[in-house]
């Protein structure tokens, strides 16, 4: 078992930026590809970035690409996600994943329920 916990959360401002965190326990995290998902109000769940066991490789959604960074520090057990140039279309729950599947498989997957790992997930809002 995996036991993910997201924090970083809150209302920001338009243009602002906050960073997520995510802190894993359990099994071998350095094993898993990880991931962020968000769920805006109204809408389905949909992928936000993922990062291979190593962070060498990183994927995106198009719509938060040259504004969100993924990272991964194994040391730490935790995965982090930088989001910059805020809009308000990014107001949603964001939900931390792990997988023992590649990154690539996570950012592409239609299965989100096949997804090995979830936290409990983390509002943020943006305002405008």
């Not at 997804?115 to 983390?122: A, E, S």
């Amino acid at each position: 078992q995996v036991q993910l916990v997201e924090s970083g959360g809150g209302l920001v401002q338009a243009g602002g930026s906050l960073r997520l965190s995510c802190a894993a326990s359990g099994r071998t995290f350095s094993r898993f590809a990880m991931g962020w998902f968000r769920q805006a109000p109204g809408k389905e769940r949909e992928f936000v970035a993922a990062i291979n066991w190593s962070g060498m490789s990183t994927y995106y959604a198009d719509s938060v690409k040259g504004r969100f960074t993924i990272s991964r520090d194994n040391a730490k057990n935790t995965v982090y996600l930088q989001m910059n140039s805020l809009e308000p279309a990014d107001t949603a729950v964001y939900w931390c994943a792990a997988d023992g599947n590649t990154a690539q498989a996570m950012a592409v997957t239609k299965d989100l329920a096949g997804i090995d790992y979830w936290g409990k997930g983390t509002l943020v809002t943006v305002s405008s």
